[in-house]
């Protein structure tokens, strides 16, 4: 075409195209992003930040709740984690939860009978025989 009318019509139908090949991908790269989960270095911060909530939680790692209580507590975070994500696995976390997911861990704490547990054991003497 050497008509300016038709090269024109051509410019705008080839740029009308191009918008929309670019809004389906901006479509299929925002489906990943919502569905892309977090990565092991991400996986392993948050497993930093749960072992310290919970040995916090527990009164230190040398406290007698830890030595007692220390599994069902563990198990306790991750189950509450997993329920509130709505997630299998901690793993299965999605990179636009991470920020969430460890204001999440950060601010856990067990629930009442449980801290009421693990205050009547660190409250008691333990015995050390000779």
């Known amino acids: 075409p050497t008509d300016p009318r038709e090269l024109l019509m051509l410019t705008i139908k080839a740029h009308e195209q191009t918008a929309q090949r670019v809004d389906v991908l901006e479509e299929?790269?925002?489906?990943?992003?919502?569905?892309?989960?977090?990565?092991?270095?991400?996986?392993?911060t948050l497993e930093r930040i749960a072992k310290t909530t919970v040995i916090s939680a527990l009164g230190g790692i040398d406290s007698r709740a830890y030595q007692l209580m220390s599994r069902k507590i563990f198990s306790n975070i991750w189950r509450d984690y997993k329920k509130y994500f709505k997630l299998g696995s901690y793993r299965d976390t999605l990179k636009t939860d991470y920020e969430n997911a460890k204001n999440y861990l950060e601010s856990w704490s067990p629930e009442v009978n449980t801290s009421l547990k693990i205050k009547e054991y660190n409250s008691q003497l333990s015995m050390v025989l000779d």
Do not use: F, R
């Open 28 to 44: 299929k790269v925002s489906d990943l992003e919502k569905s892309t989960t977090i990565d092991s270095s991400q996986q392993y």
